[in-house]
């Protein structure tokens, strides 16, 4: 591919920070998908569909942020007209050879966050010839690549260029580019040995103490705040003393034991070496004297965050619920009146939402709720001493727009809030003595409503959970026989489904 200012790469999909060493990238592809409408999953499997899907209005509006992303990748990498410039003379079907160094490409919806890791590329679950992926050629030659099962950009280190294979090759294998004009790429053995002769001691020699320490480290990288910091920790040490010959007042060293490894030397190669500890001719060393050698030892491991649950990308939800329902019981100013519960009766409500963010939605629900209660008053044809069923709401259907807030997890356990406000239809009433339905009515009007809901719900995917949930719902209803102004306390569990 030509390089140099014959290929535009204004993108940080090319900018390589060699101070820290490629990550070894092993896991599966698909976690974090940067251009998912261009994923393997969702049917791009030819040239002709992976242009058939970037210009699919469809996919354009469903995945606004992530196409915008793409069209702005392709202006940065030459494409003049971004994504209208791509047909299927310059989309590719190819494999990477695994072991490639590179920036990878990934998505942190959570963040909002589109970025590039620098990594040795060998995912789990790719073919063995290669990892599949889609080479991207402009007009100058300049390419990059999209990987078949994320839909993630990926673009080589300059140095070891990509060893790759067409689709369309043979079996013979995998066509190998040069690392570098003078073949510095090729990976070579070599032995290095370590030989170095102990010392003679003198006869004149005494015991002295030698302290050894040996302190064992573990060092994480993790990620801070978009970038990568390192947290180093003593996980233990061990102490030993021993004792060994000393020419006293004489030059003391230290000599390790001879050694031969073998060694494959590449492109990204470190060897390092350090001096063999000694103590110089300057120490007057004193048969009372302690040596004391510290040795250290540091690991270090790339640490990912295991408590964080995939986004959800879910729009919309629906929430069906059912249960039971209380309601308060109206007082009257004569003390010779009284009134009394009628017990619990069934309750549900449907309701749609928007989800704008994780921890808000807003939505319309609507409710099924049935108020009743026993009074003693002297209606017509009612039996003195007997209470009568009043049944103002048979049932009341409040009809509410609301607004939840969540907290806690989009996969797992969340607890919400909801208010809720609007107007309340009434589905008839009457009032009962001893079995006989009277002739005086209730004759309630609908009215005013608001309520205050609080709940818990787990959910087991993205798209479907359980929830339990506690209503008090005001209602201000005028009627012939007095201005209502009831609670309702419906405590209801029901299924949420999101997509």
């Known amino acids: ?76 990498s030459g494409f003049i007209k971004g994504y209208k410039e791509l047909s299927e003379a310059n989309v590719e079907n190819t494999f990477i050879s695994r072991k490639t160094i590179g920036n990878l490409g990934f998505y942190d919806k959570v963040k909002d966050h589109i970025d590039y890791i620098y990594v040795r590329l060998n995912p789990a679950g790719e073919p063995a010839k290669g990892v599949a992926a889609w080479k991207l050629t402009n007009a100058n030659g300049c390419s990059f690549y999209i990987l078949h099962t994320c ?99 004489k030059r003391l060293k230290i000599y390790a034991s001879s050694q031969s490894d073998k060694l494959l030397i590449c492109q990204d190669t470190v060897l390092k070496y350090y001096t063999h500890i000694f103590v110089p001719d300057t120490l007057k060393s004193s048969p009372l004297e302690t040596i004391q050698f510290v040795i250290s030892d540091t690991t270090y491991t790339y640490k990912k965050d295991n408590h964080q649950n995939p986004p959800c990308a879910n729009k919309w939800e629906i929430a069906l619920d059912g249960g039971i329902s209380f309601n308060t019981i109206p007082r009257f100013d004569n003390a010779l009146t009284h009134s009394q519960t009628d017990g619990s009766h069934f309750a549900g409500t449907f309701a749609i939402s928007r989800i704008f963010k994780p921890w808000f939605q807003l939505g319309v629900s609507a409710s099924y709720i049935k108020l009743s209660y026993q009074d003693d008053i002297a209606y017509p044809g009612s039996i003195a001493g007997t209470y009568n069923k009043v049944t103002p709401g048979k049932p009341i259907i409040p009809i509410q727009l609301f607004g939840q807030f969540n907290i806690g997890r989009q996969i797992g356990w969340q607890a919400n809030v909801n208010l809720s406000a609007g107007y309340s239809f009434v589905g008839g009433g009457d009032i009962t003595n001893s079995g006989n339905t009277l002739t005086t009515k209730p004759d309630m009007k609908g009215g005013f409503t608001a309520g205050f809901k609080m709940g818990i719900a787990y959910y087991f995917t993205c798209k479907f959970g359980l929830s339990l949930s506690f209503n008090g719902q005001y209602f201000d209803n005028k009627s012939a026989l007095m201005d209502y102004h009831l609670f309702a306390l419906p405590i209801t569990g029901g299924i949420r489904i999101r997509f």
């Not at 061990?238 to 007042?249: A, C, M, W």
Request: proline share 5%; net charge positive; glycine share 8%.
């Open 1 to 76: 591919m030509p390089t140099g200012s014959s290929c535009r790469k204004n993108s940080s999909l090319y900018w390589f920070d060699r101070k820290y060493h490629p990550i070894y990238y092993t896991e599966k592809l698909g976690r974090h998908p940067q251009f998912p409408f261009l994923q393997e999953i969702n049917g791009v499997n030819t040239s002709a569909l992976f242009v058939k899907s970037i210009n699919d209005a469809g996919n354009q509006q469903k995945y606004a942020r992530e196409f915008k992303a793409f069209d702005l990748l392709l202006h940065n």
């Open 151 to 249: 839909g993630n950009a990926f673009y080589p280190l300059p140095e070891t260029g990509v060893a790759e294979k067409t689709s369309e090759d043979s079996n013979s294998g995998l066509a190998q580019f040069p690392v570098s004009s003078q073949g510095g790429g090729c990976c070579k053995t070599v032995t290095i040995e370590n030989n170095i002769s102990p010392v003679d001691l003198k006869n004149d020699t005494v015991n002295r103490p030698l302290h050894i320490r040996v302190n064992f480290y573990q060092g994480r990288i993790v990620s801070s705040g978009g970038k990568q910091d390192t947290l180093v920790t003593l996980l233990y040490h061990i102490d030993t003393v021993r004792s060994f010959k000393d020419i006293t007042g």
